[in-house]
């Protein structure tokens, strides 16, 4: 009777845990921008079903749709206050996912040599490792956006939409195109080089 007894009450313990819970709490995750960022993440197979149907056209449109998404919930997380530790965490990664998969199915189609997409791919690769490391070996260090980081993903989104561009609307660079690739490759690698020469004077500190 007491073990049957038991399995009966635990639906009532866990309706009145939660019940007891603060709201916020549960809820606070769930907020407009974080909402917006989600969609970012639906976006970006989208995205890349449209570039292997070469849809340029839609895979343009939903490029721009997800870049304006980024400015719009990051300024209504400022704006009313509605900042929270998900929303550091998700916001990042929904910008690197869909970068990394526009370069990486860019390459495939052949739309963009695939070094750059290795050197895009490899930079943040690199930077998952040390930080995950860094845990592992209980010495977590926090990844801060830096000048040298802002402007590289600023050079790649450009870069994306050009590639984007080009082939849905016949854009052109007037033979730029070589020159970009190398400004966004350099960016990548200076990046690259910044976060790890920061990484590995964290590592070599006396704890």
Do not use: C
Request: hydrophobic share 60%; net charge neutral; no cysteine.
């Amino acid at each position: 009777m007491t073990s049957a007894g038991g399995v009966y009450l635990i639906p009532i313990l866990v309706r009145q845990t939660l019940n007891s819970a603060p709201r916020a709490s549960i809820i606070a995750p769930m907020t407009i921008p974080n909402i917006i960022t989600i969609g970012r993440l639906i976006i970006v197979p989208i995205v890349i079903v449209m570039i292997m149907q070469q849809r340029w056209v839609a895979a343009f449109v939903l490029f721009v749709v997800a870049g304006v998404s980024d400015a719009v919930d990051g300024f209504i997380a400022r704006r009313f206050d509605m900042r929270s530790e998900f929303g550091a965490y998700i916001d990042p990664i929904a910008d690197k996912a869909l970068l990394v998969s526009i370069y990486v199915t860019l390459a495939v189609v052949g739309a963009i040599p695939g070094w750059l997409a290795i050197v895009v791919v490899s930079r943040d690769v690199m930077i998952v490792a040390a930080v995950l490391l860094s845990w592992v070996m209980s010495r977590p260090v926090e990844i801060k956006p830096i000048l040298v980081s802002k402007l590289n993903t600023g050079a790649q989104i450009a870069f994306a939409a050009f590639a984007l561009a080009a082939n849905a609307f016949g854009a052109d660079l007037a033979g730029l195109e070589d020159i970009a690739m190398l400004v966004v490759a350099a960016l990548t690698v200076a990046s690259a080089g910044a976060y790890l020469g920061g990484w590995l004077r964290h590592m070599g500190a006396e704890s």
